[in-house]
């Protein structure tokens, strides 16, 4: 990455830092000399990894706790970038959430919200920071899921397909980028024990799947986008399943998934 300017310091913007993925992801970056913004909702959890980063001999991560839902989210963080004298050379767009269920069943507001932070939030922080990143040729780390590869996830509808967006998003976007000197990659997990299953009202439903750790999937997901990859999808069963997925017929991979997902609630 070059950086062409003498009077900002370049960050790396990780949205979803307090915990999970994105702390792993947000720890990873800091022990390769990234300078931070970290967000998401909960302050004391993003200063509690601030200073845990501090302590490690890295630079202070800057911490700023929004809810990137609210309408002036993506302002904010220019405004907050801007009084620190930064600018965002890597975007790590991490933030999200699922919820497990039929979509008539599912409140309406709460699939919605989904939308908005899975799809609309990363979409618009790409748009929103692109000068900054093509100025730094840098890079940017979208979190889809190995559910992006599935052909559509009845019993957890909107979360496939929102995932499926980040993918298909990344991929376009890496090819628009590519005479930029910008590289796009989709980081696909598996299944990672996190806050996630928590929220998504998992209860214990994937204890059976082998799991890959939030520090793996974060260590891989790193590699990949200094790599310059366009996807990776960490651990062999889930590249397995990325490489395979399209291959099956769509009917049936529906009617499985519709299967697992009934036997799990
Ligand atoms: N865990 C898995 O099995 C798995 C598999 C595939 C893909 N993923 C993807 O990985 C990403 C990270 O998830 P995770 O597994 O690390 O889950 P997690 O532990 O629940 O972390 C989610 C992060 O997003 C933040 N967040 C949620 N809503 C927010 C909002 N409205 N505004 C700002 N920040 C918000 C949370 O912080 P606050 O609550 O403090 O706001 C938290 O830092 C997600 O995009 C998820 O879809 C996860």
Not at 65 to 88: F, K, M, T
Request: charge should be positive; proline fraction near 5%; hydrophobic fraction near 50%.
């Amino acid at each position: 990455m070059t950086d062409r300017s003498t009077h900002t310091r370049g960050v790396a913007l990780v949205t979803g830092a307090s915990g999970g993925i994105g702390a792993d992801l947000a720890r990873v970056l800091a022990r390769h000399g990234h300078d931070l913004m970290l967000v998401a909702r909960s302050g004391d959890r993003l200063t509690a990894l601030a200073d845990e980063i501090a302590a490690g001999g890295a630079a202070r991560p800057l911490v700023l706790a929004l809810d990137l839902a609210a309408a002036d989210a993506a302002d904010r963080i220019e405004a907050a970038l801007a009084a620190a004298g930064a600018r965002v050379e890597i975007l790590v767009n991490n933030a999200g959430f699922g919820l497990m269920g039929e979509t008539g069943e599912l409140g309406e507001a709460d699939q919605l919200a989904m939308v908005d932070l899975n799809v609309r939030v990363p979409t618009q922080l790409c748009v929103r920071f692109m000068p900054q990143i093509k100025a730094a040729r840098g890079k940017i780390l979208n979190v889809a899921s190995v559910v992006s590869y599935f052909p559509g996830g009845p019993g957890m509808a909107v979360y496939y397909a929102s995932k499926a967006y980040v993918l298909s998003f990344s991929r376009a976007l890496a090819q628009e980028l590519l005479e930029d000197g910008v590289t796009v990659t989709a980081l696909c997990p598996g299944v990672t024990p996190t806050g996630f299953q928590a929220r998504a009202g998992m209860n214990g439903a994937f204890e059976a799947v082998p799991a890959t750790s939030p520090a793996r999937v974060a260590e891989e997901g790193y590699r990949a986008m200094i790599g310059g990859r366009r996807e990776v999808a960490p651990g062999l069963l889930n590249a397995a399943g990325a490489w395979l997925m399209p291959l099956l017929p769509v009917g049936l991979t529906l009617k499985l998934v519709a299967r697992a997902q009934r036997r799990r609630r």
